[in-house]
């Protein structure tokens, strides 16, 4: 059964080594709940408490307006300015979608394609948590993914989140995304270059690489890295990367007033919890995400697909994201 797909990722990954590592582990500790990743409680794998949270929501009436809240999928605008940007990228944009789960969000997805026409970018960038649950079935998943893919423009890169698996890879490769896994691809524009470089899950599987990734990354060179969690803030700037594009913390998902997120299920500081941020010499923003996770509801935290500007900061300004703003297209509020 195993050797089929290990055979293919071999091709794709030049070799079994990693394949054959990575699947070992999801075997191991596949909807763990405890001792497993970054944090030591998974509450997205302790599966029969879900339906008490949601029966819970349903208690307090916040069901109804939080379901509707997750089908209200925003577009957000991140203009970031960077004295390294080569002049041939000043306005190249990025749309970033992330966190999708797209089997148990079907508002968020049928929202979501409708807003994607007439956007206009000019790369595409996906951070990972493409399916619901985080073991079996990713069929329905990649089917809704399908129909996002044939809205949006290539060039697409993905990375996988903490609830995607690497089988997951052959399929979404052939629908157009160039997954990124522990790898790097340069982006040639009017004779420039910059690279996008991508991590595999840092969160549960803990099996990126960020030294890998940035290997063949030029050292004075601009370069953008995808990661499903920011939580890796340290060692992506301190490897030198200008820009990081992450999701996973669904801005906390269910907030107080004020977008204050009860948890944000990560080992980060609050402020890199959903939009931009700066950390040292590096810009880096978390999307709230197309979707939601255990109960499909939001409150105070709308859902958000995201297009980043960059600029080249003026001559003598600040050299790094010296300007991060994030707008919302439409603010309807909650
Ligand atoms: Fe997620």
């Excluded at 209200?72 to 749309?95: E, S």
């Excluded at 893919?149 to 060039?155: D, E, F, K, N, T």
């Excluded at 030029?218 to 992450?246: K, V």
């Excluded at 999701?247 to 997120?261: D, F, R």
Aim: with cysteine.
């Amino acid at each position: 059964m195993i050797e089929p797909l290990l055979s293919k990722l071999e091709q794709r990954l030049g070799g079994r080594l990693y394949a054959k590592q990575r699947l070992g582990i999801e075997t191991d500790h596949e909807a763990q709940i405890f001792g497993q990743g970054l944090t030591f409680f998974h509450i997205e794998n302790w599966y029969s408490i879900h339906s008490v949270i949601r029966t819970l929501f349903k208690l307090t009436g916040l069901y109804w307006r939080g379901q509707a809240n997750a089908a209200r999928v925003q577009v957000r605008h991140n203009n970031v300015c960077f004295g390294k940007l080569p002049p041939a990228f000043d306005g190249f944009t990025l749309l970033h979608m992330s966190d999708f789960h797209a089997d148990m969000n079907d508002g968020a997805m049928r929202r979501l394609e409708e807003i994607l026409v007439g956007l206009k970018y000019d790369l595409c960038v996906l951070t990972g948590d493409y399916r619901a649950a985080t073991f079996g079935n990713f069929e329905d998943a990649l089917s809704r993914i399908r129909r996002i893919l044939a809205r949006i423009g290539r060039p697409v890169y993905g990375v996988l989140g903490n609830h995607d698996t690497i089988r997951m890879v052959p399929d979404l490769e052939a629908m157009g995304i160039r997954m990124l896994l522990n790898e790097c691809e340069p982006i040639e524009r009017g004779g420039a270059t910059i690279y996008l470089a991508g991590i595999d899950d840092a969160h549960f599987y803990r099996v990126d690489n960020i030294e890998k990734a940035a290997s063949g990354i030029p050292h004075d060179a601009f370069s953008i890295l995808l990661s499903h969690t920011p939580e890796i803030y340290r060692q992506a700037a301190h490897a030198g990367f200008d820009l990081l594009l992450s999701g996973h913390t669904h801005g906390g998902q269910i907030c107080l007033p004020g977008s204050i997120p009860l948890t944000l299920g990560s080992v980060l500081p609050r402020r890199f919890g959903a939009g931009a941020w700066i950390y040292h010499n590096m810009a880096g923003y978390t999307s709230t995400g197309v979707g939601t996770s255990i109960v499909p509801v939001r409150i105070n935290c709308l859902p958000e697909i995201t297009l980043h500007r960059l600029r080249r900061a003026e001559e003598g300004g600040s050299s790094v994201g010296a300007v991060a703003q994030s707008q919302p297209e439409k603010e309807t509020g909650e």
